[in-house]
């Protein structure tokens, strides 16, 4: 399969701990997004790779939120000290065009 | 603030009937995709449109792209319920960052 890839599936937390997750992207494609969703809502963006460059952050992206693309393959989604409104999904997806394509996503709950 | 606006938010309809779903905005977008996203997955990339008044087919869905480039729509004819998912609009005015709807949840009852 070579489609987008996230692990964790799901992670279960609680408050005040440090979770990270990991999204391997469609080998070809040099973007890679980080998105949220809740229940109930559309995607929102959080963050923008092209390559190893973190090119655009969201609002909803506080300082707790740091991602990484070390090498402009693999990136990590790292949330410090979460809490209970962090419980999400949380999706990755990768372009080399304007067509998104996304992974299975990481399902944290935060108690 | 969600730029785009679907409707409606949920549809239940049986197997056979036709349906229409609307995604509206009052901004211009470069390009428009849709998706469908089933629970626990990430959304899976139905079409993208790009040119004002086109139109595309995938199988019995036809998608349609205004001519002002602000609002898009998704016909199924004759639904399944292998139709059933949550059908997402997301466009792209600036930059990279999809901006999507909410959604329309469907389901198609047998």
């Known amino acids: 399969d070579t489609g987008v890839s996230q692990n964790p599936r799901h992670k279960i937390t609680k408050r005040g701990q440090n979770v990270t997750f990991r999204c391997d992207p469609i080998?070809?494609?040099?973007?890679l997004y980080w998105y949220r969703q809740t229940l109930g809502q559309g995607p929102e963006f959080l963050t923008y790779f092209q390559n190893e460059a973190q090119l655009e952050k969201s609002r909803l992206l506080s300082d707790r939120f740091s991602a990484e693309r070390p090498k402009g393959s693999f990136s990590t989604l790292e949330i410090q000290r979460t809490e209970q409104g962090d419980s999400a999904m949380y999706l990755c997806a990768s372009s080399w065009n304007n067509e998104q394509f996304f992974g299975p996503g990481t399902r944290l709950t935060v108690l | 603030t969600q730029l785009l606006e679907q409707s409606p938010q949920f549809l239940s309809i049986q197997e056979g009937e036709n349906l229409t779903v609307y995604c509206n905005s009052s901004s211009v977008f470069s390009s428009l995709q849709w998706y469908r996203q089933e629970p626990g997955e990430g959304p899976v990339l139905l079409v993208t449109?790009?040119?004002?008044?086109e139109v595309k087919k995938l199988k019995r869905l036809t998608f349609q792209f205004g001519d002002a480039r602000k609002d898009s729509s998704l016909h199924i004819t004759a639904a399944q319920p292998g139709d059933t998912g949550l059908y997402l609009c997301a466009g792209v005015n600036s930059g990279y960052a999809l901006n999507f709807g909410k959604g329309t949840s469907l389901l198609v009852t047998p």
């Open positions: 080998s070809e494609h040099n973007r």
């Open positions: 449109v790009v040119t004002g008044g």
